[in-house]
Protein backbone atom coordinates (compact mmCIF):
# COMPACT_ATOMS: atom_id res chain seq x y z
CA UNK A 1 0.00 0.00 0.00
CA UNK A 2 1.71 3.77 -0.87
CA UNK A 3 2.08 5.34 2.25
CA UNK A 4 1.08 8.30 0.52
CA UNK A 5 -2.05 7.05 -0.69
CA UNK A 6 -2.79 5.21 3.02
CA UNK A 7 -5.23 7.97 4.18
CA UNK A 8 -7.74 8.61 1.12
CA UNK A 9 -10.38 6.60 2.09
CA UNK A 10 -13.52 5.88 0.67
CA UNK A 11 -16.69 3.48 1.89
CA UNK A 12 -17.50 0.01 1.42
CA UNK A 13 -19.38 -0.64 -1.09
CA UNK A 14 -17.53 1.25 -4.00
CA UNK A 15 -17.12 -0.05 -7.31
CA UNK A 16 -13.62 0.17 -8.29
CA UNK A 17 -14.74 0.92 -11.65
CA UNK A 18 -17.71 2.88 -10.74
CA UNK A 19 -18.55 5.53 -13.58
CA UNK A 20 -17.30 9.21 -13.05
CA UNK A 21 -19.73 11.24 -10.98
CA UNK A 22 -20.69 8.04 -9.03
CA UNK A 23 -21.68 8.29 -5.76
CA UNK A 24 -19.35 6.22 -3.45
CA UNK A 25 -21.53 6.09 -0.42
CA UNK A 26 -24.63 5.40 -2.13
CA UNK A 27 -24.89 1.61 -0.85
CA UNK A 28 -23.59 1.71 2.19
CA UNK A 29 -26.34 4.46 3.10
CA UNK A 30 -29.02 2.79 1.41
CA UNK A 31 -28.50 0.22 3.77
CA UNK A 32 -27.73 2.34 7.19
CA UNK A 33 -30.94 4.08 5.96
CA UNK A 34 -33.17 0.49 6.16
CA UNK A 35 -31.29 -0.06 9.83
CA UNK A 36 -32.34 3.44 11.01
CA UNK A 37 -36.36 2.69 9.80
CA UNK A 38 -35.62 -1.02 11.86
CA UNK A 39 -33.97 0.59 14.56
CA UNK A 40 -36.28 3.42 14.63
CA UNK A 41 -39.57 1.22 14.94
CA UNK A 42 -37.78 -1.04 17.35
CA UNK A 43 -36.79 1.64 19.94
CA UNK A 44 -40.32 2.59 20.23
CA UNK A 45 -41.70 -0.55 20.96
CA UNK A 46 -39.41 -1.26 23.36
CA UNK A 47 -40.07 2.14 25.08
CA UNK A 48 -43.73 1.55 24.74
CA UNK A 49 -43.66 -1.94 26.19
CA UNK A 50 -41.52 -0.81 29.58
CA UNK A 51 -43.94 2.10 29.57
CA UNK A 52 -46.79 -0.03 29.22
CA UNK A 53 -45.44 -2.92 32.42
CA UNK A 54 -45.38 0.46 34.90
CA UNK A 55 -48.89 1.43 33.79
CA UNK A 56 -47.44 4.71 32.46
CA UNK A 57 -49.16 4.19 28.51
CA UNK A 58 -52.87 4.22 29.76
CA UNK A 59 -55.85 5.84 27.79
CA UNK A 60 -54.80 9.29 25.92
CA UNK A 61 -51.27 9.75 26.95
CA UNK A 62 -49.91 5.94 25.75
CA UNK A 63 -51.67 7.34 22.25
CA UNK A 64 -50.12 10.45 22.10
CA UNK A 65 -46.41 8.45 23.47
CA UNK A 66 -46.98 6.51 20.49
CA UNK A 67 -48.58 8.74 17.55
CA UNK A 68 -45.32 11.30 18.47
CA UNK A 69 -42.55 8.10 18.76
CA UNK A 70 -43.60 6.36 15.79
CA UNK A 71 -43.76 9.90 13.58
CA UNK A 72 -40.52 11.05 14.89
CA UNK A 73 -38.64 8.02 14.27
CA UNK A 74 -40.67 7.75 10.48
CA UNK A 75 -39.59 11.81 10.19
CA UNK A 76 -35.75 11.43 10.90
CA UNK A 77 -35.63 7.84 8.85
CA UNK A 78 -36.90 10.19 6.06
CA UNK A 79 -34.33 12.71 6.53
CA UNK A 80 -31.58 10.57 6.53
CA UNK A 81 -32.98 8.39 3.75
CA UNK A 82 -32.49 11.95 1.61
CA UNK A 83 -29.19 13.36 3.31
CA UNK A 84 -30.26 16.03 5.10
CA UNK A 85 -28.70 17.40 7.42
CA UNK A 86 -30.27 17.65 10.04
CA UNK A 87 -31.05 14.21 10.35
CA UNK A 88 -27.53 12.94 10.42
CA UNK A 89 -26.68 12.81 14.59
CA UNK A 90 -30.68 11.98 14.93
CA UNK A 91 -29.87 8.75 12.95
CA UNK A 92 -26.83 8.55 14.83
CA UNK A 93 -28.74 8.34 18.47
CA UNK A 94 -31.57 6.33 16.71
CA UNK A 95 -28.64 3.56 16.07
CA UNK A 96 -26.48 4.09 19.81
CA UNK A 97 -30.02 3.38 21.48
CA UNK A 98 -31.27 0.67 19.67
CA UNK A 99 -27.37 -0.94 20.46
CA UNK A 100 -28.26 -0.19 24.26
CA UNK A 101 -31.20 -1.62 24.12
CA UNK A 102 -30.14 -4.64 22.37
CA UNK A 103 -27.54 -5.04 24.79
CA UNK A 104 -29.99 -4.58 27.69
CA UNK A 105 -31.64 -7.21 26.34
CA UNK A 106 -28.92 -9.83 26.09
CA UNK A 107 -27.64 -8.82 29.37
CA UNK A 108 -30.96 -9.27 31.02
CA UNK A 109 -31.57 -13.03 29.05
CA UNK A 110 -28.17 -14.24 29.71
CA UNK A 111 -28.53 -13.70 33.89
CA UNK A 112 -31.58 -15.43 33.44
CA UNK A 113 -30.22 -18.23 31.59
CA UNK A 114 -27.14 -18.93 34.30
CA UNK A 115 -29.65 -18.32 36.88
CA UNK A 116 -32.33 -20.62 36.16
CA UNK A 117 -30.72 -22.96 33.88
CA UNK A 118 -32.82 -21.73 30.82
CA UNK A 119 -30.07 -22.64 28.05
CA UNK A 120 -32.39 -21.93 24.85
CA UNK A 121 -32.49 -18.41 25.98
CA UNK A 122 -28.85 -17.72 25.40
CA UNK A 123 -30.28 -18.25 21.19
CA UNK A 124 -31.66 -14.91 22.20
CA UNK A 125 -28.84 -13.86 23.78
CA UNK A 126 -26.74 -14.44 20.95
CA UNK A 127 -29.26 -12.81 18.41
CA UNK A 128 -29.82 -9.50 21.28
CA UNK A 129 -25.98 -9.66 21.36
CA UNK A 130 -25.43 -9.69 17.58
CA UNK A 131 -28.40 -6.92 16.93
CA UNK A 132 -26.18 -4.91 19.79
CA UNK A 133 -22.98 -5.22 17.81
CA UNK A 134 -24.56 -4.16 14.51
CA UNK A 135 -26.49 -1.22 15.51
CA UNK A 136 -23.60 0.05 17.17
CA UNK A 137 -20.99 -0.60 14.37
CA UNK A 138 -23.57 1.83 11.74
CA UNK A 139 -23.05 4.19 14.46
CA UNK A 140 -19.59 4.60 14.87
CA UNK A 141 -18.73 4.65 11.10
CA UNK A 142 -20.50 8.01 11.50
CA UNK A 143 -17.43 9.63 12.62
CA UNK A 144 -15.85 8.72 9.78
CA UNK A 145 -14.71 11.77 7.65
CA UNK A 146 -15.50 10.16 4.20
CA UNK A 147 -18.76 8.93 4.89
CA UNK A 148 -19.89 12.74 6.66
CA UNK A 149 -18.88 14.12 3.90
CA UNK A 150 -20.13 11.76 1.10
CA UNK A 151 -23.43 12.13 3.12
CA UNK A 152 -23.51 15.93 2.92
CA UNK A 153 -22.03 15.84 -0.66
CA UNK A 154 -19.48 18.09 0.16
CA UNK A 155 -16.81 15.52 -1.17
CA UNK A 156 -15.96 15.71 -4.84
CA UNK A 157 -16.65 12.16 -6.64
CA UNK A 158 -13.38 12.39 -8.52
CA UNK A 159 -11.09 12.60 -5.51
CA UNK A 160 -10.33 9.15 -4.99
CA UNK A 161 -9.09 8.17 -8.54
CA UNK A 162 -6.85 5.31 -8.44
CA UNK A 163 -2.98 5.46 -9.56
CA UNK A 164 -1.78 2.94 -11.54
CA UNK A 165 -1.37 -0.52 -9.82
CA UNK A 166 -4.13 0.49 -7.16
CA UNK A 167 -7.57 -1.12 -6.55
CA UNK A 168 -9.53 -0.16 -3.99
CA UNK A 169 -10.34 -3.22 -1.28
CA UNK A 170 -12.60 -3.06 2.35
CA UNK A 171 -10.87 -2.92 5.53
CA UNK A 172 -12.35 -6.30 7.11
CA UNK A 173 -12.65 -4.45 10.50
CA UNK A 174 -14.62 -0.84 9.21
CA UNK A 175 -16.71 0.37 6.76
CA UNK A 176 -14.11 1.48 4.71
CA UNK A 177 -11.50 0.71 1.83
CA UNK A 178 -8.53 1.70 0.69
CA UNK A 179 -6.21 2.49 -2.19
CA UNK A 180 -3.91 -0.37 -2.01
CA UNK A 181 -1.29 -2.18 -4.30
CA UNK A 182 -2.28 -5.89 -3.76
CA UNK A 183 1.11 -7.00 -4.61
CA UNK A 184 2.88 -5.08 -1.91
CA UNK A 185 0.55 -5.56 1.07
CA UNK A 186 1.66 -8.13 3.96
CA UNK A 187 1.22 -8.87 7.50
CA UNK A 188 2.24 -5.57 9.03
CA UNK A 189 -0.17 -3.64 7.30
CA UNK A 190 -2.49 -1.78 8.87
CA UNK A 191 -5.69 0.51 8.29
CA UNK A 192 -5.14 3.97 8.89
CA UNK A 193 -8.84 4.65 10.29
CA UNK A 194 -9.44 1.57 12.55
CA UNK A 195 -5.97 0.05 13.38
CA UNK A 196 -7.16 -3.20 12.06
CA UNK A 197 -4.84 -5.62 9.88
CA UNK A 198 -5.89 -5.82 6.50
CA UNK A 199 -4.41 -9.37 5.71
CA UNK A 200 -5.96 -11.87 7.70
CA UNK A 201 -3.81 -14.73 9.04
CA UNK A 202 -5.46 -17.40 7.39
CA UNK A 203 -4.62 -15.68 4.11
CA UNK A 204 -0.73 -15.04 5.31
CA UNK A 205 -0.40 -18.74 6.74
CA UNK A 206 -2.17 -20.17 3.47
CA UNK A 207 0.40 -18.06 1.10
CA UNK A 208 2.91 -19.05 3.07
CA UNK A 209 2.62 -23.04 2.62
CA UNK A 210 2.08 -22.25 -0.62
CA UNK A 211 5.57 -20.52 -1.05
CA UNK A 212 6.55 -22.96 0.84
Same mark, same amino acid.
Given at each position: MSSSRADEMVLAGSAPTAPPGADPIAHIHRGTSFIVLVDGAIVVYLLATALASMNLLQGT???????TGVFTSLYIYSGYRNRKAWA?????????????MFGLLALINLLQAI???Y?? &???FVFLMGWAALGSARRAIFHW?? &?YRSGYLRTTPMDSFDLED &???????????????????QLGGADRCPHCGGALVGQDLINKYSDEEA
Amino acid at each position: MSSSRADEMVLAGSAPTAPPGADPIAHIHRGTSFIVLVDGAIVVYLLATALASMNLLQGTPGTVFLATGVFTSLYIYSGYRNRKAWAYWPAVSILFLASLMFGLLALINLLQAILAGYLT &GLLFVFLMGWAALGSARRAIFHWHP &GYRSGYLRTTPMDSFDLED &GEMLAACPHCLAVLAIRPTQLGGADRCPHCGGALVGQDLINKYSDEEA
